[in-house]
């Protein structure tokens, strides 16, 4: 059984649809797939549809951007009730102050002397519901002052490039309990990937586990094959889930195909038995055989 627990839809900065995700899912041969839009539900009950024509079954998700220690955490909810007042407000709060900020990113980048208006922005981002720095990527991409998102965010976006604006995000502990006391399964997303390894060792990680994580995602693009052997160790000592997944975007970034990585199928069981325990509503959808 294939399946893949981390997918971007156009609702945030992926590049298709969530109904083509799923779709596309399918097709690569997916037998399980989550889709994890960043900070928003809003692709769920489009490609929960999908997944019943399609033959594929859903997990519905989210990552969710967190601080810890002062750094950008990204915790990956699995089945949380997407009715829940609390998490919904958390999730508007953190949307809210991703595009407050935009305009600050597009006034740097002209003074710079790049053309990044609203209207051109506007372009690049389509339909999405959570405009990011990926769109403001995409941007610079189209009026041709860089070659692909990965140079954009390496001279530009990037925390403490020329254009990069600092965001809200919740302390990842209380979006632990968040995330918990509506049903969903906390679990971090690529801890070793750019960014948050050096605020998650191991100790970190067990006081995470004490409140509240379930798993780490181990297999993703961002971590090396010794990082993985590392963190499925600390993964086996903490009795925590291990899961693997594509982080897919689409055509937004090269080399993450839809089952590139991929979790074990008893993993995934341990999911969907926590999502049931906590009580949430939302389970898997679409595939009757293995729900
Ligand atoms: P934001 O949430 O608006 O701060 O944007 C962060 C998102 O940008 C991440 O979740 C990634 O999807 C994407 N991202 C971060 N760094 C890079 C990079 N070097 N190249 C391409 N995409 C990136
Ligand atoms: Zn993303
Ligand atoms: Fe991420
Ligand atoms: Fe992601």
């Given at each position: 059984m294939t399946i893949d627990l981390h997918t971007h839809s156009r609702v945030s900065d992926g590049t298709a649809s969530p109904r083509d995700l799923v779709h596309a899912?399918?097709?690569a041969g997916l037998q399980v797939v989550a889709i994890t839009d960043h900070d928003t539900t809003l692709g769920w009950d489009e490609a929960a549809a999908a997944a019943v024509e399609a033959g594929v079954a859903l997990v519905r998700g989210i990552e969710v951007s967190t601080r810890f220690r002062?750094?950008?955490v990204h915790l990956l909810a699995y089945l949380p009730d997407a009715g829940d007042a609390a998490l919904q407000e958390e999730l508007s709060r953190i949307v809210r102050g991703r595009e407050d900020r935009v305009p600050t990113m597009l006034a740097r980048l002209r003074e710079l002397g790049i053309p990044a208006t609203e209207e051109a922005l506007a372009a690049s981002a389509g339909d999405s519901e959570v405009t990011g720095r990926p769109h403001v990527a995409d941007l610079l991409v189209r009026l041709g002052?860089?070659?692909d998102r990965d140079q954009a965010f390496a001279e530009y976006l990037s925390d403490g490039g020329p254009a990069f604006v600092d965001?809200?995000?919740?302390?990842?502990?209380?979006m632990l309990s968040v995330v918990r006391a509506a049903g969903g399964v906390p679990v971090l997303a690529h801890p070793w990937g750019r960014g948050s390894a050096h605020v998650l060792d191991e100790r970190a990680i067990a006081g995470l586990r004490d409140q509240g994580l379930a798993g780490i995602e181990v297999d993703h693009l961002d971590h090396d094959p010794g990082t993985r052997d590392r963190l499925r160790a600390i993964a086996q000592r903490l009795d925590l889930?291990?899961?693997?997944?594509?982080?897919?975007?689409?055509?937004?970034?090269?080399?993450?195909d839809l089952g590139c990585e991929t979790?074990?199928?008893?993993?995934?069981?341990?999911?969907?038995?926590?999502?049931?325990?906590?009580?949430s509503p939302t389970t898997l959808i679409g595939k009757a055989e293995l729900t």
């Open positions: 899912a399918a097709a002062g750094a950008g002052v860089v070659r965001r809200y995000a919740p302390e990842l502990p209380a889930v291990v899961t693997g997944s594509s982080d897919h975007h689409g055509t937004g970034k090269t080399g993450h979790t074990a199928p008893d993993q995934l069981a341990r999911i969907l038995d926590l999502a049931a325990s906590l009580g």
